[in-house]
């Protein structure tokens, strides 16, 4: 951040160019920081290893990591302190201890994903896994036996019905949003905001109460994407308004100053400029409709066949049949339930891939396709306007 | 196509007083029509919210009105015989969420602090999709992971913190035999601390990515002050990016209690399920609103659903008075809202 000027020569004097002072890096880790952390981690851990077992009476990992880490931010703090005074010892410390709640977090993330996968491995290696349902799999059934098929089927319907019920909604609402700055416009966003932390298991709820009690339907896939879209409909709101609210002002400004209405403005400039933005939304508020178990709990039923129909019998989701299957308690059904959460995960971890192939630009940034077309069109209208110009065209 | 109007003047002969030109555009049919058709979504948006709270209403009104204010005291859940309240469940509730914030909080925070302050600038953008993603993995996942993978590394966490901090109130845990080194750890399973450990995992994102981008927002001219007076980078944090970004963490930290307090999956599959309040949170037992609702829905009559929905909508009241809170706090911390290319 800081900037070193190399001090101008005084008019009169005669510069001296040589003996330049070596310049300092700015940017960077310093070879000494390194050194003393590396260090620090390494006391850290040899006094850990010498108290567990050898000369105190401590066992277990996390003790282990916790007494550990503890003498590496003691030590560390000794080793900064040869070379440097109190704000600089605060600096290194602080510096170290944010670093590492990054790890822990993102240790606790790889941990989590590859526990799952790694539990669910015996059932995910069968093909049988991701073509059959469960009815025929009773508790003793080899994994052999078995698969998560009606969960999938289950899944797909849910989500897709749900996507079709949010998300034009959302948009419209998200345009809504955007092209109005009245008091209204701030209520709905203050409702959608307050509603996106919302529990999920209220929208099953109101979803049963609404739909399977008062309507007196059955529980089905239909009623669980009720739910989800019930879910997912603020969430969706949300990621869009922010994405519209990025679309630079001069645009929209010079599209009104073309004469332009104002539904032409947000169709052919607003929504083309955030097209990316809007899509990773959509597949982010997907990603979070797939996983969520709690809706679909209280709405769907359960079911071990494949049941293809939305709107006539109970259907199961993926989340919904990992939570059956474990809460079960029998091992193969345990190892089955971790390979179906495995199986949202990857599904999930696609859809995050697909978002940041869509969503990694900014708005109105365009792809090297975009652009060559954008450069196509814009080529072919200036021929257009000389073709008009010229004294023999039209 | 155009319908703005527009409409010049006449080229003014001097000496005649302009007339001032009207400035608005008087909107045409398409965009009267485009402007109601957004309104509309608006106000199906605002109904289908409205009436997430209106149908839990009436349809928890029969249970309310046989329960009546012990509704939120008894510790009980016998809807069969009339008895049932939240008065111990809503607490536990409570104890999960408090857990998972005393956690989650100090971690999101120095996530945020890193990711916006001392990550490389190459590596900002990846560190920020892993917390999304982290936001992304469901909480199913998240539970399985506490109950089989946790939950066993924990107990020793459990057993050590009751002996040498048992005088602590939260942290007693009374059984018979526990002192016994030999005891069953059983009575450490299942407990609110496991709970609130995994899903402080689910509200680590959450916090993270309100208080990343408050941090993100504090200005680049007092920041540059900051070490132009000499300060370290730590000490620029303290004075120019944390009060910048007080909001954000007030805010960060009150939508992940929202959350808390609503998870359903992880409560569900963990705990075992007590209707008393159980303060300590080392001892296994416990509750949420959201997991009486997961678990009784199945066998619940019509009285019984009615309870359930009475409970649904003390937990709905609940996290709609937290998230207002948070996005009233958030919002005014907001600056640069709209951008200009």
Redesign the interface.
Same mark, same amino acid.
């Given at each position: 951040? /800081?900037i070193i000027h190399m001090p101008e020569a005084r008019p009169g004097t005669v510069p001296v160019p040589p003996a330049a002072p070596p310049r300092r890096r700015l940017h960077?880790v310093r070879r000494d920081t390194l050194v003393d952390a590396a260090g620090a981690a390494v006391t850290g851990v040899c006094v850990s290893a010498l108290l567990f077992g050898r000369l105190a009476a401590l066992?277990?990992?996390?003790?282990f990591v916790v007494v550990a880490y503890g003498v590496f931010i003691l030590v560390y703090a000794v080793l900064v302190s040869l070379r440097d005074d109190g704000?600089?010892i605060?600096?290194a410390v602080?510096?170290a201890?944010?670093? /590492?709640?990054?790890c822990?977090?993102?240790a606790?993330?790889v941990?989590?994903?590859t526990?799952?996968i790694w539990?669910g491995r015996t059932a995910l290696a069968h093909a049988n896994f991701f073509t059959q349902d469960m009815s025929k799999a009773g508790p003793l059934a080899p994994i052999t036996v078995g698969g998560v098929a009606h969960a999938l089927v289950g899944t797909l319907w849910m989500i897709g019905i749900a996507l079709i019920l949010s998300v034009p909604?959302?948009l419209?609402?998200a345009?809504?949003?955007d092209?109005?700055r009245s008091r209204?416009?701030l209520?709905?966003r203050?409702?959608?905001?307050?509603?996106?932390?919302?529990?999920?298991?209220?929208?099953g709820?109101?979803i049963?109460?609404?739909w399977i009690?008062?309507l007196g339907y059955q529980e089905s896939g239909l009623a669980a994407a009720l739910a989800l879209s019930?879910m997912m409909?603020?969430y969706m709101?949300r990621t869009s308004d922010l994405v519209l609210?990025?679309v630079?002002?001069?645009?929209r400004e010079a599209s /009104?100053a073309?004469?332009?209405?104002?539904?032409?403005t947000?169709w052919h400039v607003v929504l083309p400029t955030a097209r990316s933005g809007l899509a990773t939304a959509v597949i982010?508020a997907t990603?979070?409709g797939?996983?969520?178990? /709690?809706p679909v709990?209280?709405t769907a039923g359960f079911t071990t066949y494949i049941n293809a129909d939305p709107v006539h019998g109970p259907m199961v989701s993926l989340?919904l049949e990992?939570?059956k299957l474990?809460?079960s308690g029998e091992p193969t059904y345990?190892v089955r339930?971790?390979a179906c959460?495995a199986l949202?995960?990857f599904l999930?971890?696609a859809?995050?891939a697909l978002a940041?192939f869509i969503g990694g630009r900014g708005p109105?940034h365009l792809s090297r396709g975009q652009e060559r077309r954008a450069l196509r069109a814009s080529a072919g209208d200036a021929r257009r306007l000389a073709r008009a110009a010229s004294p023999g065209g039209m | 196509?155009?319908?703005?109007e527009a409409v010049l003047p006449a080229t003014p002969t001097p000496g005649a007083v302009p007339v001032p030109r009207r400035i608005g555009?008087r909107?045409?049919a398409?965009?009267r029509?485009?402007?109601a058709?957004?309104?509309l979504?608006?106000l199906?948006?605002?109904g289908?919210?409205a009436?997430?709270g209106l149908?839990?209403a009436?349809?928890a009104y029969p249970a309310l009105a046989v329960a009546k204010w012990r509704f939120f005291t008894t510790q009980a859940w016998e809807p069969d015989i009339h008895h049932f309240g939240i008065g111990g469940v809503l607490i536990d509730t409570v104890l999960i969420a408090v857990v998972a914030i005393i956690v989650a909080v100090?971690?999101?925070?120095?996530?945020s602090?890193?990711?916006s302050?001392?990550?490389?600038r190459g590596l900002q953008r990846v560190?920020v999709?892993?917390?999304? *993603?982290?936001a992304?993995?469901?909480?199913?996942?998240?539970?399985?992971?506490g *109950?089989?993978?946790l939950q066993g590394?924990?107990i020793?966490?459990a057993r050590?913190l009751s002996t040498w901090f048992g005088w602590i109130p939260f942290f007693h845990v009374t059984a018979p035999g526990v002192s016994s080194p030999l005891s069953s750890s059983s009575v450490y399973s299942a407990s609110t601390f496991v709970v609130g450990l995994t899903v402080s995992?689910m509200v680590?994102p959450?916090a993270?990515s309100v208080m990343r981008e408050a941090f993100s927002q504090a200005p680049v001219g007092e920041?540059?002050a900051a070490?132009?007076l000499g300060?370290?980078?730590?000490?620029m944090?303290t004075s120019v990016v944390i009060p910048f970004g007080k909001g954000g963490i007030i805010g960060g930290t009150m939508?992940g209690l929202?959350?808390a307090?609503?998870?359903?999956?992880a409560v569900?599959?963990i705990i075992s399920p007590t209707y008393q309040i159980n303060w300590h949170i080392l001892q296994s037992g416990g509750h949420s609103i959201?997991a009486l609702?997961?678990l009784q @829905?199945g066998d619940a009559d019509s009285f019984g659903?009615s309870a359930?929905?009475a409970a649904?909508l003390a937990?709905?009241a609940l996290?709609?008075l937290i @998230?207002?809170g948070?996005?009233?706090i958030v919002?005014r911390s907001r600056s640069g809202?709209?951008?200009?290319?």
């Open positions: 951040m /800081s960077g066992s277990g990992p996390i003790g704000p600089a605060r600096d602080m510096t201890m944010l670093t /590492s709640a990054a822990l977090a993102f606790a993330l941990l989590v994903i526990f799952t539990r909604l959302g419209v609402c345009v809504y949003l092209q109005t209204p416009a209520f709905v203050t409702i959608v905001e307050a509603m996106t932390a919302l529990p999920t298991i209220l929208a709820l109101f049963y109460a609404s009690l008062t019930i409909l603020p709101i609210r990025l630079p002002n001069n645009i /009104s073309l004469g332009a209405p104002r539904w032409r947000v982010l990603a979070r797939i996983g969520e178990a /709690s709990l209280l989340p990992a939570l474990v809460a345990v339930g971790f959460a949202l995960l999930i971890l859809l995050f940041r109105g | 196509m155009g319908t703005a555009a909107s045409g398409g965009d029509a485009f402007l058709g957004t309104r979504a608006a199906v948006v605002v289908v919210i009436s997430v149908f839990l009436v349809r100090p971690v999101s925070l120095g996530l602090l890193f990711i302050e001392i990550a490389p560190f999709s892993l917390v999304d *993603l982290m992304a993995v469901p909480s199913v996942v998240f539970a399985l992971w *109950l089989d993978f590394h924990v020793d966490i050590w995992l680590i959450i993270c920041r540059e070490y132009a300060s370290s980078r730590w000490g944090i939508l929202g959350r307090l609503g998870e359903t999956i569900y599959l959201s609702i997961a @829905n659903i359930l929905m649904g937990l709905f996290t709609l @998230n207002f948070a996005s009233a919002a809202a709209e951008s200009d290319g």
